[in-house]
């Protein structure tokens, strides 16, 4: 596809990415002993970014917040840990794709169950059956209880016999999550700009109008929280990969509202923000924690200023640097979309019923526009469209009795 | 099973439901007319338990300590509302929901600046301090009774002040149509201003008065917290009549559910949230 964003923040993403693929050659230099610590605290957060990613595709994209994410994730982790043999390793060509199938059938089950109940509803059963996976791997004795489960032996990767990948080499796994991350990148926005993508970010901004194109969005809401969540369960097995390590806490609300908060922070639907969002939060606590003892005051502070300050995340406020100025009028056809929706807050928060009108064949039909407009435009339209009917309605009824 | 033995748990599962209702009613109430997702919610509950074993220890006082930290709870939560929340009415749910998770982080912190780490305990107020006989063996502690019957007179309280009052009826019709609202003259912000502070208030009474019977310990406010989502979700968000119903439902399963499946008891709360859902997608009074 056509990249959509501008092209300067393109070129930034860029550097930042190469910046970070070299950390290698030049982490040595500028951290020497902590070397080491950096290269796996790089590596936890590029897992953590996959995780986000896919809570952006429910979030920023179809408008499903989900507060049980994690369950996904460490799923993905313990499939490892119960498949892994003691003493031998697992070969790779074989647990990886069970895991994920596994995870990807729980979140089949939980989607069914859950995807009928919308707003904050919805919220609560994620929230819910995230608990439930959580007290099932805390309570029971499959994979140690409450204490974890350790994987000892690191799974071979190797074809013919002949080993491709160490996992067991630092470095080799950095390369390994990094080459995970930019796919996992690449292939949602392939998603996003498919025919099947469009129906589920048309779904986040008004899901009555998809319906009454003829789609029905349970399906589709149902294979957007499906793959979210195998690629949740990919991110969970990186993790039990790289600490060797499984345990409850995975599972939790902590984990979940930690990922949404990266979102949130990133910038909801735009893919690189989570990703962003996942480094500052988690480049930020380590800075945090070396000052003080009290670092989640700063953290709490930090959140708080800015949701203050960046409605839109920090995607957001790249994307209006980097963009074209605001003072275009942001309706062409042929601007890329984030500079109607970024350029003109004002307008997409007030009057988003309008912007559909004015521009009806642009809602998720055409292949060839790019594909951040549903999304960007979506937190904006969501505060007056059927999300935010939908979470305020109930309060009015509950009164009228 | 004897009957004794079933009556103490209904008693204890109704005495939690209780508990739960006097923080979901803040809850859901600052839903329903404000519209604000206050994950905060918690942390005042954890204030409330907080300033009442300080005050408790201070005054020497258990309840000049509990009618001391209402009005602090209400105070610091009205704050809150001028300085931070009301800047969010416009704005998405999200944000409102990252906003108070930032809080709840500065108040932990703050907890554990003022407070430390370590759990403290709450003397039962001497006054309170005897158990009811049932049989030979069982006993019912009075501290429980009262803490029960408080609740309830709260609920009572509630349900005058929401059905027969004007300053109910302002909010029954602010979270009808908060735009009506001010167009006939009310002064909607400093309506949020006080539903807010009132929400706080209820949630720093039940932190305050259930001090004695649990601990008062780190991250008390995000258990609770869970709890009360999942009970102002069954009710139906909004309805206080649902809470209600809806904290005594999870009260009760709790509480039969430590003694009828302890392996299980964690669970039985999710289960029954997700069955009502299941059954009625957006709670049982909506």
């Known amino acids: 596809m056509t990249t959509a964003l501008p092209r300067p923040l393109v070129l930034i993403l860029l550097a930042l990415l190469l910046v970070l693929g070299l950390f290698p050659l030049w982490g040595k230099l500028v951290f020497a002993t902590k070397y080491t610590f950096f290269l796996q605290k790089l590596t936890g957060i590029m897992i953590l970014a996959v995780l986000a990613m896919s809570l952006d595709l429910l979030v920023g994209v179809a408008g499903l917040v989900s507060l049980g994410h994690a369950a996904f994730f460490g799923l993905g982790g313990y499939m490892l840990a119960l498949m892994s043999p003691q003493y031998e390793a697992a070969n790779l060509w074989v647990v990886l794709p069970l895991a994920i199938a596994a995870v990807g059938f729980a979140a089949l089950i939980v989607g069914v169950l859950s995807i009928r109940t919308s707003g904050i509803y919805f919220i609560m059963v994620t929230l819910a059956f995230g608990q439930m996976g959580f007290y099932f791997f805390n309570d029971s004795k499959l994979a140690g209880g409450s204490d974890g489960a350790y994987i000892y032996v690191k799974p071979t990767v190797s074809a013919f016999g002949v080993t491709l990948v160490d996992l067991d080499s630092k470095l080799a796994f950095f390369y390994v999550v990094l ?118 005051l700063l953290m709490g502070g930090m959140v708080i200023a800015i949701v203050l300050v960046l409605p839109k ?74 999300r935010g009917t939908d979470v305020t309605r109930p309060a009015s009824e509950g009164h009228e009795q | 099973m004897d009957v004794w033995f079933f009556l103490i748990q209904v008693l204890n599962g109704v005495q939690y439901g209780l508990l739960l209702f006097l923080v979901a009613s803040g809850l859901t109430l600052i839903f329903g007319i404000m519209g604000i997702i206050n994950l905060a919610h918690g942390a005042f509950y954890m204030l409330g338990a907080y300033l009442a074993y300080w005050l408790a220890g201070l005054t020497g006082s258990f309840a000049a ?74 006993a019912y502690p009075i501290y429980r009774l009262a803490l029960s019957a408080v609740c309830a007179l709260i609920a009572i309280g509630l349900y005058v002040v929401i059905q027969k009052t004007r ?40 932190g305050a008065i259930s001090a004695p019977i649990t601990s008062v310990a780190p991250g008390m406010g995000d258990s609770i917290l869970i709890l009360c989502f999942v009970v102002v979700v069954i009710g139906g968000v909004g309805s206080v009549k649902g809470a209600f119903l809806g904290a005594l439902l999870i009260g009760l399963a709790d509480t039969f559910g430590k003694v009828f499946a302890p392996d299980f008891a964690s669970f039985t709360v999710y289960g029954v949230m997700a069955a009502v859902l299941l059954w009625k997608p957006r709670g049982l009074f909506a």
């Open chain 1, 313 to 386: 995340g920090i995607a957001g406020l790249l994307i209006a640097w980097t963009g074209p100025r605001p003072a275009s009028e942001g309706h062409d056809p042929s601007e890329p979309c984030e500079r109607g929706a970024i350029a003109a807050p004002g307008a997409s928060a007030k009057e988003p019923r309008g912007t559909d009108v004015t521009r009806p064949a642009s809602e998720g039909h055409d292949p060839s526009e790019p594909c951040e407009r549903g999304a960007i435009a979506a937190p904006g339209a969501s505060a007056k469209e059927p």
């Open chain 2, 65 to 138: 300590a509990v009618l001391l930290s209402l009005p602090l709870a209400a105070l610091v939560g009205y704050v809150i509302e001028v300085l931070l929340v009301r800047t969010l009415y416009r704005r998405d749910h999200l944000d409102q929901v990252l906003l108070t998770y930032g809080l709840i982080l500065i108040f932990n912190e703050a907890q554990r600046v003022l407070w430390g780490s370590d759990v403290h305990g709450v003397a039962v107020p001497a006054a309170l301090a005897g158990s009811i006989r049932l049989t030979e063996t069982l």
């Open chain 2, 167 to 206: 300053f109910g009826m302002w909010i029954r019709a602010g979270a009808s149509n908060r735009d009506m609202v001010a167009a006939l003259g009310i002064d909607v912000k400093l309506l949020y201003g006080v539903v807010f502070a009132a929400g706080a208030a209820l949630a720093g009474l039940a």
């Open chain 1, 179 to 296: 080459g995970v991350l930019v796919g996992s990148y690449l292939l949602l926005r392939m998603v996003l700009a498919s025919p099947f993508g469009r129906v589920v970010g048309a779904i986040g901004v008004n899901e009555n109008r998809v319906r009454g194109l003829g789609f029905n969005p349970m399906l589709y809401k149902l294979a957007a929280f499906t793959l979210a969540g195998m690629l949740a369960g990919l991110a969970g097995f990186l993790a039990a990969v790289q600490y060797g390590f499984v345990n409850p806490a995975m599972l939790g609300w902590h984990q979940s509202g930690h990922v949404l908060v990266m979102v949130i922070l990133g910038g909801m639907g735009t893919l690189f923000g989570p990703v962003l969002g996942a480094f500052v939060l988690e480049i930020a606590q380590l800075g945090f924690e070396s000052l003080t003892d009290h670092w989640l």
